[in-house]
């Protein structure tokens, strides 16, 4: 008598996979969390531009100072100290240089390199804007310097402050122009009865003139 035997296991050809072909499981791209942090930066450089614009309107005077080696407690010593006229911003180089582009204060581009604090001056007393840094410097015995400004238009070296903290002050200047005039009574009634454009060009070109001559002193 023959005997047939069967196997169980299936041709390896018949076996089946149970493998999946895809992996349906999990998604196949990553969180895009890059895109968002590098969102989240451009609006942050956008935000700091538009802070330095700000600050630009009504300024006088726009200063950079050396910033690297400041402690934080120091920082924040030196923002105590100096008066509601002016401000003091920590922003990139490039962030500033972006807001100053194609206006008068691009004459700051000398200062664009290393670590910068920012010191707008919102006030024509340039002086006295100027000595609460010169205080904070001493009494702390801090070697950051400014390294550079922009006053009307023109830039002044860390070598040129002398020129700005020496600058006369709004009283010394009428002070100096009500006592130039030759005759007093005739000469300051015939100004004021000019016409308003007439008087204003008058006192500026003075106050040009006796900044001049502090600079040159």
Known sequence: MEIALFSSRAPPSQTLS???TTPFLRSSKPPSFPSIRAAIS???????????KT?????YLLAAV?????????FQDLRRSLPESSKLVVAK??????????TAWEALKPCMKGMNAW???HTEEIPDALKPYRTFQKEMKVEND??????????????????LENMPTRAEIYAKLLGSLQ???IGLVGTLEAPARDVVMVLKAYVKKLEEESAAN
Do not use: H, M, W
């Open 183 to 185: 005759s007093p009574a």
């Open 18 to 20: 149970l493998k999946p």
């Open 42 to 52: 451009r609006t942050k450089k956008e935000e700091t531009v538009e802070t330095v």
């Open 55 to 59: 600050q630009l309107e009504n300024c």
């Open 119 to 121: 010191l707008f001056v």
């Open 146 to 163: 400014f390294t550079g400004a922009v006053f009307e238009g023109k830039f002044y070296g860390p070598g040129d402050f002398k020129q």
């Open 66 to 74: 050396e910033y690297k080696g400041f402690t934080v407690k120091q």
């Open 93 to 102: 180089n490039t962030l500033v240089l972006k807001a100053i582009e194609g």
